[in-house]
């Protein structure tokens, strides 16, 4: 069930033809997994919003692409996050990020209501929280696998084929791989899937070495 302050999100996201309808439908659009934090909180209002449209999927292009649009920008992302902005100035941002999606009304909706909230900087947070909606709305289980560089594709199906056969994809998933560099890890590899961590990188090594080492002396 969510909760009030959840519905006050969406009904701030949904356009206000909807609003009256949001009670009768928030059993059908509830999102498939429980998000905690602010940034989650909005990414759930937003999946409510959508699934009431029946645009999800057009929802999650169109913050996909404002997610390549900021991730591109550097700069407009700092100026964002800044807690200064004048209402003049987060209309005048909203207007120029929503471009290269056009008219779609819900993201922009999603906006406003980070900006009048003093909380514009927290977008890039809400799409990767979004983005974990979606992944369980297709019944996607997502395997991070973080490396010290980037893994060539012949090696990541490899990777990809072994965890697809694992206890830890059930059936019916699909398994949704996604490679992540960290050179901290000098070597080797680290592989999330959804609670489960399996450390194998030379880094968590040599901190177990040293550990031994140290109790030792």
């Not at 009904?11 to 009768?24: D, E, F």
């Not at 696998?145 to 199906?157: R, Y």
Request: glycine share 6%.
């Amino acid at each position: 069930m969510f909760s009030a302050r959840t519905a006050s999100l969406a009904r701030a996201i949904v356009p206000r033809a909807g609003v009256r309808t949001y009670a009768a439908a928030a059993s059908s659009t509830k999102p498939p997994v429980a998000l905690f934090g602010v940034d989650g909180t909005y990414a759930s209002a937003l999946y409510t919003a959508s699934a009431k449209t029946s645009s999800l999927e057009a929802t999650d292009k169109s913050l996909q692409t404002l997610k390549a649009s900021l991730d591109r920008d550097a700069k407009l992302v700092s100026i964002i996050s800044s807690p200064t902005l004048s209402a003049e100035d987060k209309s005048a941002i909203i207007s120029q990020i929503t471009k290269p999606i056009g008219g779609d009304k819900t993201v922009k909706n999603l906006l406003e209501a980070l900006a009048e909230n003093n909380r514009l900087g927290l977008i890039g947070n809400v799409i990767d929280k979004f983005t974990i909606l979606m992944g369980a709305h297709r019944g996607e289980v997502e395997a991070i696998i973080t490396s010290a560089t980037n893994l060539d594709s012949k090696l990541l199906g490899r990777l990809e084929t072994a965890i697809s056969k694992s206890q830890y994809v059930g059936q019916g998933k699909k398994l949704k791989v996604v490679n992540k560099v960290n050179p901290d890890i000098i070597g080797g590899l680290i592989v999330e899937i959804s609670d489960r961590t399996i450390d194998l990188s030379v880094s968590s090594k040599m901190a177990k070495l040293n550990k031994l080492l140290t109790d030792s002396l």
